[in-house]
């Protein structure tokens, strides 16, 4: 069963084009790691047909962090929760995070700013094949960017 993976995000210009365009297509692997960023990008709610799409690591963002191992817990079976639901492409997840602080100097003010750095981790096998993958994304926070 052959199935077309299409890259995100899509550009519809090239699908009308006159010579007849088409979506730029990618493999299926590349398709999963699109839709994931998408997942963790995407605070519930503002997906119109699907309130429940997204993750809920968005309202970890500036909460007060009185104990750093729940914290990470809740951010990570957020992510888990997510992904189990919404990419059906991959079994057997797992999810692990790394947290740390970022400083970096600001230009010509030499004011410092301090960030949170998480970069996400999600382990699994696809569903087709058996096959191991993985994917892993950076995340900042305050306020949630992904650069």
Same mark, same amino acid.
């Given at each position: 069963m052959s199935t077309k993976n299409y890259s995100l995000p899509l550009l519809l210009g090239n699908f009308f084009t006159e010579e007849g365009g088409r979506l730029s297509t990618c493999s299926l692997l590349e398709s999963i790691d699109h839709h994931l960023e998408l997942l963790l990008t995407t605070?519930?709610?503002?997906?119109?047909?699907?309130k429940q799409y997204g993750t809920m690591i968005w309202d &970890?963002?500036? #909460?007060r962090v009185a104990s750093r191992s729940k914290w990470e817990?809740?951010?990570?079976?957020?992510?888990?929760?997510?992904?189990?639901?919404?990419?059906?492409?991959?079994v057997n997840v797992a999810v692990s995070i790394k947290l740390r602080e970022v400083v970096r100097e600001e230009g010509l003010s030499k004011t410092?700013?301090?960030?949170?750095?998480v970069d996400i981790y999600v382990l699994g096998r696809l569903? &087709?094949?058996? #096959?191991?993958?993985?994917f892993n994304y950076t995340?900042?926070?305050?306020?949630l960017s992904n650069e």
């Open positions: 605070c519930p709610g503002e997906h119109y047909f699907n &970890l963002d500036f #909460e817990e809740s951010f990570t079976s957020f992510i888990y929760k997510a992904t189990v639901e919404n990419e059906k492409r991959i410092v700013a301090v960030r949170q750095r569903l &087709l094949t058996g #096959e191991k993958c993985g995340l900042y926070l305050g306020p």
